[in-house]
């Protein structure tokens, strides 16, 4: 698997279409005395560009690089964040369950559509990431799911990873003794077929991808190979997102779980966004034109000593200043399984703290991307009703706009969220027309 990834070759289109100009989106300029070539340059029958692992022979053209700023530009607006909504069925089948709910494609749409027909969602969310599944699925009133979304000024874009596969392929006999720290590190895939879902995703009005590689913190990891190879996949999911049009959202994942320290989160955090940036600067991805997704710096959920939210800021922050480059437009940080409110209090902090004056501790949009922090409780709320909609999606709403005060330093507390709620209408035409 590992010599795999060394193919120098990407491919740009997929070979069963029709019609390749179409689906092309690539333009690029001569750099390197190499010869321009554009999707309308390609020989007939020829799919694939031939592009240098270190150092890519490409560099977008002013005009993609435009496009990809204003699609940033976009997403980290002040004063929102990014909703992620793309948990895998068997994830939010689970939560399904235990309100009662079957886990059938049928009630995830049904859910997906109470969150994306919330009134006033665009107010606090500027983009939505969602699963294949439901960037095929439909309203009650046959309108494509992400249209609404649209519609209402909401960036569309799909995770477009495919999952983990364990990066020493051992049998479970294997991983003792000095080995044993290995067993949880993986390998992302995706990149097979990656141009073709690329193409399709842009074609059919999404704006960026995602893509996100998990990393586990032990005495010895993440170690050396979990570092090199998933910075390696994850530069060349960027480099074919850019070609195609798409921001790529890159997805560092530095697991929570474990009895670490906050020191030793920072150091794992650290090694991880300094082995991705020094990918993506060796595969000539414009930095302008990505949007970071990763974890805050926290102790581990089973240590014995948690860190205050001033102390998660801090560490945070000092990650940050040491290995993101500041062409970088902004972070969209992940919850992990912080619960909801702590989430908000340290994203909070964070803003405060990085915005303090004369610090200049954050040259860089540093917002919320969060999925269950944002949809605690909606579940158990609606429990499949119609008449609980209105509730639900008041809740849902509740969760945006604290976070939403957080990613400008501004929360106080969750009643005085509450409070400006009062006049907003939850069980209105949006609502009815749904359900």
């Given at each position: 698997?590992?010599?795999?990834?060394?193919?120098?070759?990407?491919?740009?289109?997929?070979?069963?279409?029709?019609?390749?100009?179409?689906d092309?989106?690539?333009?690029?300029?001569?750099?390197?005395?190499?010869?321009?070539?554009?999707?309308?340059d390609?020989?007939?029958?020829?799919?694939?560009?031939?592009?240098?692992?270190?150092?890519?022979?490409?560099?977008?053209?002013?005009?993609?690089?435009?496009?990809?700023?204003?699609?940033?530009?976009?997403?980290?607006?002040?004063?929102?964040?990014?909703?992620?909504?793309?948990?895998?069925?068997?994830?939010?089948?689970?939560?399904?369950?235990?309100?009662?709910?079957?886990?059938?494609?049928?009630?995830?749409?049904?859910?997906?559509?109470?969150l994306?027909?919330?009134?006033n969602?665009?107010?606090?969310?500027?983009?939505?990431?969602?699963?294949?599944?439901t960037?095929r699925?439909?309203?009650?009133?046959?309108?494509?799911l992400?249209?609404?979304?649209?519609?209402?000024?909401?960036?569309?874009?799909?995770?477009?990873?495919?999952?983990?596969?364990?990066?020493?392929?051992?049998?479970?006999?294997?991983?003792?003794?000095?080995?044993?720290?290995?067993?949880?590190?993986?390998?992302?895939?995706?990149?097979?077929?990656?141009?073709?879902?690329?193409?399709?995703?842009?074609?059919?009005?999404?704006?960026?991808?995602?893509?996100?590689c998990?990393?586990?913190?032990?005495?010895?990891t993440p170690?050396?190979?979990?570092l090199?190879?998933?910075?390696?996949?994850?530069a060349?999911?960027?480099?074919?997102?850019?070609?195609?049009?798409?921001v790529?959202?890159?997805?560092?994942d530095?697991?929570?779980?474990?009895?670490?320290?906050?020191?030793?989160?920072?150091?794992?955090?650290?090694?991880?966004?300094?082995?991705?940036?020094?990918?993506?600067?060796?595969?000539?991805?414009?930095l302008?034109?990505?949007?970071?997704?990763?974890?805050?710096?926290?102790?581990?959920?089973?240590?014995?000593?948690?860190?205050?939210?001033e102390?998660?800021?801090?560490?945070?922050?000092?990650?940050?200043?040491r290995?993101?480059?500041?062409?970088?437009?902004g972070?969209?940080?992940?919850?992990?399984?912080?619960?909801?409110?702590?989430?908000?209090?340290?994203?909070?902090?964070?803003?405060?703290?990085?915005?303090?004056?004369?610090?200049?501790?954050?040259?860089?949009?540093?917002?919320?991307?969060?999925?269950?922090?944002l949809?605690?409780?909606?579940?158990?709320?609606?429990?499949?009703?119609?008449?609980?909609?209105?509730?639900a999606?008041?809740?849902?709403?509740?969760?945006?706009?604290?976070?939403?005060?957080?990613?400008?330093?501004?929360?106080?507390?969750?009643?005085?969220v509450?409070?400006?709620?009062?006049?907003?209408?939850?069980?209105?035409?949006?609502?009815?027309?749904?359900?």
């Open positions: 698997m590992i010599n795999s990834l060394s193919t120098n070759k990407i491919d740009l289109f997929s070979s069963q279409s029709s019609d390749r100009t179409n092309a989106t690539i333009d690029c300029k001569e750099t390197n005395n190499q010869p321009s070539l554009t999707g309308m390609l020989q007939n029958g020829q799919t694939e560009v031939d592009v240098q692992t270190t150092g890519s022979i490409f560099t977008l053209s002013q005009r993609n690089e435009a496009e990809l700023r204003d699609i940033v530009a976009k997403m980290l607006q002040s004063g929102k964040g990014i909703l992620a909504a793309d948990d895998p069925a068997e994830a939010i089948g689970a939560r399904l369950a235990l309100f009662g709910m079957d886990s059938s494609a049928e009630n995830r749409r049904r859910f997906r559509q109470l994306f027909t919330t009134p969602m665009h107010k606090h969310i500027s983009a939505v990431i969602v699963q294949d599944e960037y699925q439909l309203t009650d009133q046959g309108d494509r992400v249209d609404i979304l649209r519609r209402a000024g909401i960036a569309v874009g799909v995770k477009i990873d495919e999952g983990t596969i364990p990066l020493f392929p051992l049998a479970a006999e294997d991983f003792v003794g000095e080995n044993e720290c290995w067993k949880g590190e993986t390998l992302t895939r995706g990149l097979d077929g990656l141009s073709e879902r690329c193409a399709e995703y842009k074609k059919g009005g999404c704006s960026f991808a995602k893509f996100r998990a990393y586990r913190i032990s005495q010895r170690s050396k190979w979990a090199e190879q998933n910075a390696m996949i994850m060349r999911f960027a480099m074919t997102c850019q070609r195609f049009g798409l790529p959202i890159v997805e560092p530095v697991s929570c779980e474990g009895t670490h320290g906050i020191e030793q989160c920072q150091r794992a955090t650290q090694q991880v966004l300094a082995h991705i940036f020094k990918a993506l600067a060796e595969h000539n991805v414009y302008e034109g990505i949007i970071l997704k990763t974890n805050m710096v926290t102790s581990g959920l089973s240590a014995p000593d948690q860190s205050s939210a102390q998660i800021a801090e560490y945070t922050l000092l990650t940050l200043r290995t993101l480059p500041v062409a970088v437009t972070v969209g940080f992940l919850a992990g399984d912080q619960p909801a409110i702590v989430a908000t209090k340290n994203l909070n902090a964070i803003n405060i703290i990085g915005g303090k004056t004369g610090t200049n501790l954050k040259p860089w949009q540093l917002t919320f991307c969060f999925g269950r922090a949809q605690a409780n909606v579940m158990e709320i609606w429990k499949g009703f119609g008449e609980n909609v209105g509730a999606q008041k809740q849902f709403f509740h969760r945006a706009r604290a976070n939403a005060e957080a990613e400008q330093g501004t929360y106080t507390d969750e009643k005085s509450s409070d400006t709620l009062s006049t907003i209408n939850f069980a209105g035409e949006s609502i009815t027309r749904y359900y």
